[in-house]
């Protein structure tokens, strides 16, 4: 078992920026593929960004490359997500998450990933 917790979020003016973390414990974070998710009113779960087990590859939805970089320190059990550029639309609960889709390659599916943290807020201002 894999336990994540984010942490990082709050409420940030349209251009700003933010930096989410997210620790894990437990089993080996090396081990894992990661990825963030956010979500936000009404609407369903969606990929925002993924990470190899080693941070040799990454990956982005369209609506946050150049604006978002994923990174992780293995050494320290942390996943980060640099937030630049908020926009209002980037409003919703981050949440972290753990598992192989490098295996299948299905980045972008929530059932993909096996862990999951409680999320963060993120709130971006007009």
């Known amino acids: 078992q894999v336990q994540l917790v984010e942490s990082g979020g709050g409420l940030v003016q349209a251009g700003g920026s933010l930096r989410l973390s997210c620790v894990a414990s437990g089993r080996t974070f090396s081990n894992f593929a990661m990825g963030w998710f956010r979500q936000a009113p009404g609407k369903e779960r969606e990929f925002v960004s993924g990470i190899s087990w080693s941070g040799d590859r990454t990956y982005y939805t369209d609506s946050v490359k150049g604006r978002f970089s994923i990174s992780r320190d293995n050494d320290k059990n942390t996943l980060y997500l640099q937030m630049n550029s908020l926009k209002p639309e980037d409003t919703a609960v981050y949440f972290c998450?753990?598992?192989?889709?490098?295996?299948?390659?299905?980045?972008?599916?929530?059932?993909?990933?096996?862990?999951w943290g409680q999320g963060t807020q993120v709130t971006v201002s007009s």
């Open positions: 998450a753990a598992g192989f889709p490098d295996y299948s390659g299905r980045w972008h599916f929530p059932d993909a990933y096996d862990h």
